[in-house]
């Protein structure tokens, strides 16, 4: 049998129990007229991630606190919320990174229903506005099509994106104009767009090319720093701009 | 409450890869309302990782006939050869149909769909690993579920999202009897609403929450499965549950099979390669049962890894770092971010997660549910995916094979679908079938009880861990059931804090718990009654496969009083001869 030595480092040694102090911005829209601040403490392991100090509230102290969760590793895009003034996903923030005194509100930009749940419809129509499908004329019969390695590069960091709205909420430009459609939008046009496969470049890039398109982007790279995924969001935007200068035949 | 009333020619519930599958093949043709509890891009099929294979022989010789044996061969000759076959068979236009949607599969230089090994998928009858999973760097399912989330756009599919389904409606008596609807709860705003629809397809997926370490969800608590058992249809195979052996350390998030596939190694806390000793040819791509058994026998016998010896180690530091960057960039990132280890220089410490339901409801290849030994359709009801029971999978799921099951049988359950209900009638039902689910939560709103949620599920969580997961006995399974039945009473004075009716996700976690009980305790009894020791179900006390008593398939049935018995039904033989299962 094969064996080889393991250099040990042991993730275990690094965990240690806390004291977590959480200020959460609450809204219940049955019952109160503003939103407002509720406080709690508890006891967690620097492993913890954010979410599951939410989880523990809810289990634990308070079962009325509402929070959007599915995978709890950062894939399915449930929990985008505000933790310390910055756009995170609660479930791929540990406590040993964010810290122990945490000030949670909900994503800004979007109305809030309830606690941190907010109203993802706009956010999805603006997303189903950018023809957010492979649009391919050709018939490409009963075979596979061929895309090289290079072509399929070319739009890879835009497949990234799982939709969880951080880096559309984290916009200023986004929190003061409702016609903007957001910088997750352009993401997913963007995918399109570069696609070697797609034939509907130009009617997307008319579409960005209108008031609530790529020209309401300031630059401010909020929607880079927040972006869970790592995905270059205001690199994508530039590049539909670029498109829509230069590229169109 | 207000209560709403729709009507539909079809509802599919659930929009993971397998309802947005189906949705494709109805939408346009009959009129359909897909509902999800979650929005469809949060579904869990967008955190498989590895791959879906087919036999396309892109980067090398391979076959459809290969690719059946092995998935017989792999299900421990539990599942079903005519379904086996016909998957295997649709699996290359299943790929074929992603590609044409879009799908960004990583490509070989000339331009082609790349494959990659897999555990448990060979070349020429388990020669040699074979390059057959086709996939898109390790975020697979993530780019399966986007794209058919696109595709439905495109189609103008009718979604309605988080509405959660909690009960399912027949028309009819006896053999008379067909589904006519479900009602659903409105999350936003604390609404039922009844969808009266011809055609029903249940995709919920599976419910890995009933173990303490799982790669699932917190979402998956088995939601069709539970709702339909309530409701007097079996549930088949419900102790073949896989462990998928490489889930991060005490997390239990899946690090896919695809970086063995890549070149990774097991090795113990020794640093010994172990794999070589219990499957030879294959090593650490054996199937996933026999790996998670591996690795639980190392622990066991003291070779772990770590201050208390209680996981073993995958190893990627041998790979070039450009190919980890290339083939398994986010896997990479949860080490780095769970564990804080870099994946290039440090081994990953792992333990077998909860991940996969082989079992669930029984349908024929068409996706039609069927609810007895003689595999009698009830017309109307369909499901699909991890929910489903075909069955494809048998003991022991190969990996891949679910990301082409909910492509193949999503696609073929929507196709039966759209067929019957263009020639059936609208059903007619009173207005009291809403009256059992709002019955079920004004009781837990009312609930005067001190029970929680969460006491209860985490009891629930460690006990199935313990007592019923990668290895049983007659006496662990004894000790689950009783922790179970306990458990049971308790969820009678279970009580809530939220009395609202917005986005309470209190009461839905109530109404969720439910079901995990009820799944667990079909699991427990499947198990406990199931003497052998085959695929992903082994007893210590029965440590061989018996195939003159226990080639069959397990259902379980619920009576109106919610006892639970146990019948069998014959596995579908073909081809295949049942052979000991070495890799």
Redesign the interface.
Same mark, same amino acid.
């Given at each position: 049998?094969?064996?080889?030595?393991?250099?040990?480092?042991?993730?275990?040694?690094?965990i240690k129990e806390v004291d977590v102090h959480l200020t959460i911005k609450r809204f219940?829209?049955?019952?109160d007229v503003r939103p407002h601040w509720r406080e709690y403490d508890l006891r967690l392991k620097s492993?913890d991630t954010v979410l599951n100090a939410l989880i523990a509230v809810?289990?634990?102290i308070?079962?009325?606190l509402?929070?959007?969760?599915? %995978?709890?590793?950062?894939?399915?895009?449930?929990d985008a919320m505000m933790i310390n003034g910055a756009n995170r996903l609660g479930c791929?923030n540990?406590i040993?990174s964010v810290g122990t005194d945490l000030v949670i509100e909900p994503v800004r930009g979007l109305p809030v229903?309830?606690?941190l749940?907010v109203d993802?419809e706009p956010f999805?129509a603006q997303?189903?506005s950018v023809?957010?499908?492979?649009?391919?004329n050709d018939d490409?019969g009963?075979?596979?099509?061929?895309?090289?390695?290079e &072509?399929?590069a070319r739009?890879?960091d835009t497949?990234? %994106?799982?939709?969880c709205g951080a880096c559309s909420t984290s916009c200023p430009v986004y929190w003061a104009n409702g016609a903007y459609v957001g910088p997750a939008a352009i993401v997913n046009a963007h995918r399109?767009i570069f &696609?070697s496969? &797609?034939q509907a470049a130009s009617e997307r890039l008319d579409i960005l090319n209108q008031k609530s398109g790529v020209w309401r982007c300031r630059t401010s790279f909020n929607c880079t720093e927040a972006c869970p995924r790592g995905i270059k969001v205001t690199q994508a935007i530039e590049e539909v701009k670029r498109a829509i200068l230069y590229d169109r035949s | 409450m207000n209560i709403h009333y729709h009507s539909y020619d079809a509802v599919i519930v659930g929009a993971g890869g397998a309802g947005l599958r189906a949705a494709l093949e109805t939408a346009g043709k009959v009129r359909t309302a897909v509902i999800t509890k979650?929005?469809p891009? #949060?579904?869990?099929t967008?955190?498989a990782q590895g791959g879906m294979c087919a036999a396309?022989s892109n980067v090398e010789e391979d076959y459809w006939e290969w690719h059946a044996f092995d998935t017989v061969k792999g299900s421990d000759y539990l599942g079903d050869q005519d379904a086996i076959d016909i998957m295997c068979q649709e699996a290359i236009?299943a790929? =074929?149909d992603l590609?044409?949607?879009?799908l960004?599969?990583?490509?070989? $230089?000339?331009?082609? =769909?790349d494959q990659r090994r897999f555990g448990g998928h060979t070349r020429n009858h388990g020669e040699a690993p074979v390059r057959r999973a086709c996939y898109?760097?390790d #975020?697979t399912g993530?780019?399966i579920l986007?794209?058919l989330y696109?595709?439905c756009?495109?189609a103008d599919v009718n979604f309605f999202n988080e509405f959660q389904v909690f009960d399912v409606l027949f028309e009819g008596e006896g053999s008379a009897r067909r589904a006519a609807g479900v009602v659903a709860y409105e999350l936003?705003t604390g609404d039922l609403h009844v969808f009266v629809s011809k055609g029903v397809l249940f995709a919920t997926g599976g419910y890995g929450r009933i173990f303490q370490i799982t790669s699932n969800?917190?979402?998956l608590t088995g939601d069709g499965p539970g709702v339909l058992f309530h409701r007097g249809i079996p549930l088949e195979d419900m102790e073949f549950y896989q462990f998928h052996p490489t889930g991060i350390?005490?997390i239990g =998030?899946l690090l896919t099979e695809g970086a063995r596939g890549e070149g990774g190694i097991l #090795?113990n806390?020794?640093?010994?390669?172990?794999m070589? #000793?219990v499957a030879p040819t294959v090593k650490d791509l054996a199937p996933r049962d026999m790996v998670a058994r591996a690795i639980h026998a190392e622990i066991k016998e003291g070779r772990g890894?770590? $201050?208390d010896k209680d996981y073993v180690?995958l190893?990627l530091t041998h790979l070039p770092p450009e190919q980890i960057d290339a083939k398994l960039p986010?896997i990479s990132?949860?080490v780095r971010?769970?564990?804080?280890?870099e994946p290039k220089t440090?081994?990953i $410490?792992i333990q077998p997660t909860a991940h996969y339901a082989m079992g669930g409801i029984p349908t024929n290849v068409h996706g039609e549910v069927v609810i007895d030994a003689d595999n009698t359709v009830l017309p109307g009801l369909y499901a699909a995916g991890e929910c489903a029971c075909v069955s494809v999978h048998g003991a022991n799921r190969l990996g891949t094979n679910s990301l082409l099951d909910i492509n193949v049988f999503g696609r073929r359950g929507g196709r039966a679908m759209v067929e019957y209900v263009q020639g059936v009638d609208h059903p007619d039902l009173p207005r009291s079938v809403v009256d059992p689910t709002r019955e079920r939560i004004d009781a837990l709103m009312n609930s005067t009880g001190h029970e929680?949620?969460?006491?209860i599920r985490g009891e629930l969580q460690v006990a199935m861990m313990r007592d019923a997961s990668v290895v049983r006995t007659g006496e662990s399974l004894q000790a689950a059931l009783q922790v179970i039945h306990e458990l049971r009473d308790r969820y009678q004075k279970v009580a =809530?804090?939220?009395k609202?009716?917005?986005?309470?996700?209190?009461l839905t976690e109530a109404l969720e718990l439910g079901s995990l009980l009820d799944i667990a305790e079909v699991l427990v009894l499947g198990a406990d009654a199931r003497k052998e020791s085959r695929g992903a179900h082994w007893r210590d006390d029965f440590p061989t496969r018996d195939d003159a008593n226990w080639m069959k398939h397990t259902l379980a049935h619920r009576d109106e009083s919610g006892a639970i018995t146990l019948d069998y039904k014959p596995v579908v033989q073909g081809r295949y001869e049942p052979m000991e299962r070495k890799y």
């Open positions: 049998m094969t064996t080889t030595t393991v250099e040990h480092t042991e993730p275990t040694a690094l219940n829209p049955e019952v492993s809810k289990g634990t308070d079962g009325t509402s929070f959007r969760r599915s %995978c709890a590793h950062g894939v399915c895009g449930s791929v540990l040993s229903i309830k606690d749940v993802m999805f997303y189903r023809l957010p499908y492979l649009i391919a490409p009963y075979k596979e099509r061929y895309q090289s390695p &072509d399929r739009f890879d497949t990234k %994106c799982i939709l399109f &696609d496969r &797609d | 979650l929005y891009t #949060r579904s869990h967008g955190a396309l236009d790929v =074929i590609e044409h949607f879009g960004p599969f990583s490509r070989t $230089p000339e331009g082609k =769909i898109a760097a #975020r993530h780019m986007q794209t696109q595709q756009v495109a936003a969800a917190h979402t350390y005490g =998030i #090795r806390g020794l640093g010994e390669r172990f070589e #000793r890894a770590g $201050p180690y190893d986010d990132g949860f971010t769970y564990l804080g280890l440090d081994p $410490p929680k949620v969460g006491a =809530i804090d939220d609202g009716s917005v986005f309470n996700y209190d």
